[in-house]
């Protein structure tokens, strides 16, 4: 069996688990490379004006996604409140006090109905904490231009797009098109690109204010980057002195995400995808012609330049489900997380970002072990429940 020291987890009577999921809040998110981890930690034992390291962040920002300006704050989430907010206030103090209460006049957020997605929690409560409401637009698998068009009243604060692949993948309005009719009718776009690692495509397609997540492929400490046209960045800002305090950024997470985005300018990322995809061709050579076991190398669903391997099961012949098999790999020492998000469809998939040194033969080992005795496994009837259920009951069996 291939070692892996999981000495932090036994220090602190943790499971250790390998994620081979994706960057999921529920497990930690990302892990951060040694500079980053030291220009966090170096942050801790100093004060400092944090407008002037929020200034820094902003010229981190502006130099990453090509934007006029932008700030951090505490999460992607976090980051599309304030930019609704903003939005609606201005940078007009009492206004920014007064919400969520009085939103103003213009407090409608336009969203196509396909795009009203859950990330851990509703999007549509990351818009409404502000005051603001929700103006769907079209059906979840349509959305013509017509319905954006008449979703745009003179109340709308703002367009919202969200890039994932929580939303659902045809019949939407596109980007571009989405931007145009927005600005036809002179209202701002925010792009929630929390997963997205293009820093720069969302900005120069014209959209107002892009959000992204510090702690998802930057690898950087839990954060939200905002970015966008400075007065809206500046209104977004000022949420802080009202609906933002709770959703504020220490100096530590400042100073780790500027590191974070520096180090991403420099990364060599052809070659860090070519090692991923070299994990991919390993794990799927030593499954490959398993009976009732079928891979095949998927693209990212958003265009994120990365690919995942995609394991299918076929029931009838290996007698048991695809969510059996994911729950028997989390079931291990170490528990292997699997992206499991469609499960019920027959297939996960593993996602190679993120892997420490040897996991990745931990996890080819622990397939082989799972995959290669069929008829062994068996479905639970309740196991779709639980992968449905489960991002809920593990809160409400906490603390019990
Ligand atoms: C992860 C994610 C979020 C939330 O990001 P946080 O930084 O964890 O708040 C929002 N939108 C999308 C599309 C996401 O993938």
């Not at 336009?110 to 851990?120: M, P």
């Not at 120069?204 to 400075?230: M, N, W």
């Not at 070659?271 to 012609?289: C, D, F, K, P």
């Amino acid at each position: 069996m291939a070692q892996q020291d999981f000495a932090w987890h036994k220090k602190y009577n943790l499971k250790p688990l390998i994620n081979v999921s994706g960057t999921m809040t529920g497990l930690g998110a990302s892990i951060a490379s040694t500079p980053i981890v030291n220009a966090t930690a170096e942050a801790m034992s100093h004060f400092v004006s944090i407008h002037e390291a929020q200034a820094l962040a902003s010229t981190a920002i502006e130099h990453s996604t090509g934007a006029e300006a932008g700030f951090l704050t505490a999460s992607a989430s976090a980051g599309i409140s304030l930019s609704i907010a903003a939005c609606m206030t201005g940078v007009d103090p009492s206004r920014v006090e007064a919400l969520p209460v009085d939103p103003g006049p213009c407090n409608e957020i336009v969203i196509q109905a396909g795009h009203l997605c859950g990330y851990g929690a509703p999007i549509e409560q990351a818009i409404t904490l502000t005051g603001a409401k929700v103006k769907s637009v079209g059906q979840s698998t349509l959305c013509m231009d017509h319905q954006v068009k008449g979703g745009l009243t003179s109340s709308t604060a703002a367009g919202l797009f969200v890039v994932s692949h929580h939303t659902v993948h045809y019949g939407q309005c596109p980007l571009q098109r989405f931007i145009q009719l927005c600005h036809d009718s002179g209202v701002p776009v925010i792009v929630d690109a929390a997963s997205e690692y293009d820093l720069r495509g969302f900005i120069e397609a014209g959209a107002d204010i892009v959000v992204y997540s510090g702690h998802k492929f930057l690898g950087g400490p839990t954060s939200g980057i905002v970015a966008g046209k400075r007065d809206l960045v500046r209104a977004a800002y000022l949420q802080n002195i009202g609906i933002g305090r709770g959703m504020k950024i220490g100096k530590e997470s400042i100073f780790g995400t500027i590191e974070a985005l520096e180090e991403w300018e420099k990364r060599d990322h052809e070659t860090i995808r070519a090692q991923e995809n070299e994990t991919l061709e390993h794990w799927l050579n030593a499954i490959s012609g398993l009976p009732g076991v079928f891979t095949r190398v998927v693209p990212d669903p958003t265009g994120n330049p990365l690919e995942r391997l995609q394991i299918e099961i076929d029931e009838a012949i290996f007698g048991a489900n695809a969510i059996a098999v994911a729950r028997s790999l989390s079931e291990l020492e170490p528990a292997i997380i699997v992206r499991n998000h469609e499960v019920e469809l027959g297939y996960f998939q593993l996602d190679p970002c993120n892997l420490k040194p040897g996991q990745a033969e931990i996890v080819r080992e622990a397939l082989q072990k799972v995959l290669s005795k069929p008829g062994y496994l068996k479905n639970s009837p309740e196991d779709l429940e639980i992968v449905r259920n489960g991002g809920v009951d593990a809160y409400l069996g906490w603390g019990l």
